[in-house]
């Protein structure tokens, strides 16, 4: 059964790094989101990407973050700068065409970023 | 912004023992999901719920969808050692897969054999 992939499994950088996250969505997908769940706390949606662009962003995607699809199988999510509470697990997802009702977000196995 | 409200926090049960958890919302959602978290890994879709009332099972899972379209429960019934994790309510406001999905805080739940 096909899967959205995540790499690297867990990420340990200094306050200020960049980091980027990668992600391999299900192939046919179409829609490409991040979440985080900070550690003990609920999943909270970052962004959402269609067609090369951002459809989508919460509040907690500032200037610091950004995304990309770099090519036809990766996506990937960049901080620039990262900060002690940038400290969380970063969830990939993908949903096929975002159109229809039972499009449902696939979750990757996520990265674990520690920012110390 | 939209918050769910998940409850119970935590629950520890005897194994073949049925469990109970649901989610409720100040506002609407179009659609509600149950994801379940092993530890380590991400979440994973149980069941989904597009129409109020709906009434969905999935082998030992039922999840319904309130009336009001502002709650949800999910069911297992005779639970066993592998329903160790934590539970997840999701709600989408609109009836499209690309809408960002609202969390609730889960119900972890841990099954004594």
């Known amino acids: 059964e096909p899967e959205v992939t995540q790499t690297p499994s867990h990420q340990v950088t200094q306050m200020g790094q960049e980091v980027i996250l990668r992600c391999v969505p299900i192939?046919?997908?179409?829609?490409f989101y991040w979440y985080r769940q900070i550690l003990g706390q609920k999943v909270e949606f970052l962004v959402s990407?269609?067609?090369?662009?951002?459809?989508?962003k919460s509040e907690i995607f500032d200037d610091q973050f950004s995304v990309e699809r770099p090519d036809g199988s990766n996506f990937t999510l960049k901080i620039r700068s990262t900060k002690l509470e940038d400290s969380a697990m970063y969830f990939c997802?993908?949903?096929?065409?975002?159109?229809?009702?039972?499009?449902?977000?696939?979750f990757g196995p996520g990265t674990r970023l520690t920012v110390l | 912004g939209q918050q769910l409200n998940q409850s119970p926090q935590s629950m520890f049960i005897q194994e073949g023992e049925d469990v109970s958890m649901n989610c409720t919302s100040s506002s609407i959602f179009n659609t509600w999901l149950w994801y379940k978290q092993d530890p380590g890994e991400g979440p994973v879709l149980l069941i989904a719920l597009y129409k109020a009332g709906e009434l969905t099972s999935n082998g030992r899972l039922t999840a319904q969808f309130g009336i009001t379209r502002k709650d949800s429960f999910l069911n297992i019934s005779a639970s066993i050692p592998s329903d160790v994790g934590i539970y997840f309510c999701a709600g989408q406001s609109w009836n499209s897969g690309n809408t960002p999905l609202v969390f609730g805080k889960g119900t972890r739940l841990s099954v004594i054999a």
């Open positions: 192939s046919n997908h179409l829609y």
């Open positions: 990407f269609y067609n090369n662009e951002i459809s989508e």
């Open positions: 997802a993908s949903s096929d065409t975002g159109k229809g009702r039972t499009d449902t977000q696939y």
